[in-house]
């Protein structure tokens, strides 16, 4: 296994609240094999870095998923995924009003039952 496959594992396992040695099976399960190789690759490269902290990805992501729409599950975990690396209630809130007005009061007001939801919880 190389190093970026399993900083990959890693993030799912973080994101997934799952044993690290669990994720590939998940993937295979939810989305086919080859589905998860890449995708396991694509989070060891993408979530590990220098320049962003996993907090300012946290941000980028989830303001990128409300900004596309209709992945409300996705946006549920990475709003989880974003209070684990310190993005605050406050600032989800802000990022939600902000993006009303960027990418519409639709998309922002579902997003913004889910932050809800996601806080309550």
């Known amino acids: 296994m190389d190093a970026r496959y399993e900083r990959g ?3 799912y396992a973080s994101q997934f609240g799952i044993p690290e040695g669990a994720v590939a099976a998940y993937f295979a399960e939810h989305h086919g094999e080859r589905f998860g190789e890449e995708a396991i690759n694509a ?4 979530w590990n870095d220098d320049d962003l902290s996993l907090r300012d990805r946290s941000i ?6 409300i900004a596309q729409g209709g992945v409300d599950e996705r946006l549920r ?3 989880r995924w974003a ?4 993005v605050t209630p406050a600032e989800l809130d802000a990022i939600v009003a902000l993006l009303a007005v960027y990418v519409g009061y639709p998309r922002a007001s579902v997003a913004g039952e889910i932050v809800q939801e996601e806080l309550g919880r």
């Open 43 to 46: 989070a060891g490269g993408a």
């Open 83 to 86: 209070l684990d690396h310190g």
């Open 60 to 65: 980028v992501v989830v303001t990128a998923l």
């Open 77 to 79: 975990g990475h709003i």
């Open 9 to 11: 594992l890693k993030a």
